[in-house]
């Protein structure tokens, strides 16, 4: 990833130009000044909490439930009790800031071809030792450079950088649920679409209020097997199915990832079993990406997941009735691409992040008019 580094008012101002190339459509963007000393001023109280005696509160925000006494945190490490009121000490304090195709996400059902601009910042509710963005969810604030960045700010980059929509991702966003938030909100106001990459962890009532202000969000169902969570995530699966069930209700574009680890996720029992509960609490059109796993964080002693074994997911998938399944982190392959249910031919051509092709027209395929599930 690349930074330039900018002064807050140079960064108001966008004076200099801040983007990388990476390729046709992968680009990078300027952090910002890094912040100062934090004052009282700039504390932000947490949202979804409950006070309990003694000064210690209980988090209402993820699964887990923290209680945490005065002067802890939580478990995600962003979130301070400080003498009975629980605080976020990750507002305005992002440690990622990049423009990225839209496809990165992974999200494939909402303007194919688009823009988002990314924010992330240190730290998560999760400990999955897999994670390919290790560097920032495994750390705290204090471990990471970061920089100052109010939602206006961040919206008003967007603008600048021409992005249709604002995406929250990197590390879990559920950790700086108010930043995020208040970004979303701002955005929508603005015109601009809106999006996160979540673990699916979070509770329902913060759920709800978040999804408001969110067209999509694309969650990660890292296995269909709760001894999976325990011990590669320190987490369980049965709070990830039920947000999958409440972003379904919502009616909000819903996508599912699935990131294949060899000997640990990709039992074909497993996989068939999930791709069924997907059918039956989801519903067919929800696209389903199976994505290949690369060693790394503290997973290398894993090879990388064989494309054989992507295949026959993908074949399970639509045996079953999904109709929108794509592989991803294959570089060039047929199924990266996403295919007509009806007529089978394929709308939108794909090469990992880059569209090259799009006939899907006014929410449809161009071929056939079968109607695509999805923004368009």
């Known amino acids: 990833m690349f930074y330039q580094e900018l002064t807050r008012r140079e960064f108001g101002k966008f004076g200099t130009t801040a983007l990388l190339g990476l390729g046709a459509t992968l680009c990078s963007v300027a952090n910002l000044f890094a912040s100062g000393e934090e004052s009282a001023q700039e504390m932000h109280e947490a949202r ?47 440690s990622a800031l990049q423009v990225d195709p839209i496809e990165k996400e992974p999200c494939y059902h909402m303007w194919p071809g688009t823009r988002i601009f990314c924010t992330g910042t240190a730290s998560c509710n999760n400990r999955c030792h897999f994670c390919h963005n290790w560097h920032l ?18 919206v008003t980059g967007a603008e600048y950088f021409r992005c249709e929509s604002l995406s929250f991702t990197y590390n879990e ?82 996508e599912v990832v699935n990131l294949m680890i060899p000997t640990l996720n990709d039992d074909p029992n497993d996989v068939r079993q999930m791709c069924r509960w997907i059918l039956k609490h989801l519903g067919e059109d929800t696209p389903l990406h199976f994505s290949r796993f690369y060693p790394n964080y503290k997973m290398l002693n894993l090879p990388p997941t064989p494309v054989e074994t992507l295949e026959r997911a993908y074949e ?28 089978k031919k394929k709308i939108i051509h794909r090469i990992q992040y880059h569209v090259s092709e799009n006939n899907v027209v006014d929410g449809k395929c161009k071929f056939c008019r079968y109607p695509i599930a999805g923004i368009w």
């Open 137 to 154: 969810s495994q750390r705290s604030l204090e471990e990471l450079t970061y920089y100052e960045a109010q939602p206006e700010d961040i």
């Open 48 to 94: 979804f909490y409950r006070k309990l005696n003694g000064n210690r509160i209980q988090c209402q925000l993820c699964y887990r439930k923290c209680v945490v006494k005065s002067g802890h945190r939580g478990f995600c490490r962003n979130r301070e009790n400080r003498d009975g009121t629980y605080y976020t000490i990750i507002y305005g304090k992002p």
């Open 316 to 343: 399970t998938a639509t045996e079953e009735g999904l109709h929108y399944v794509t592989l991803g982190n294959v570089p060039g392959h047929e199924y990266n691409s996403t295919f007509c249910p009806k007529c």
């Open 173 to 254: 966003p559920t950790v700086f649920y108010e930043y995020m938030f208040d970004i979303a909100k701002l955005g929508k106001e603005r015109g601009l679409g809106v999006l996160y990459h979540t673990n699916g962890l979070i509770n329902k009532a913060p759920l709800l209020a978040l999804l408001e202000h969110m067209d999509a969000v694309t969650v990660d169902l890292k296995a269909f097997n709760d001894t999976f969570y325990r011990k590669v995530c320190s987490s369980r699966l049965d709070p990830v199915l039920k947000t999958l069930i409440n972003i379904r209700n919502t009616g909000k574009l819903l």
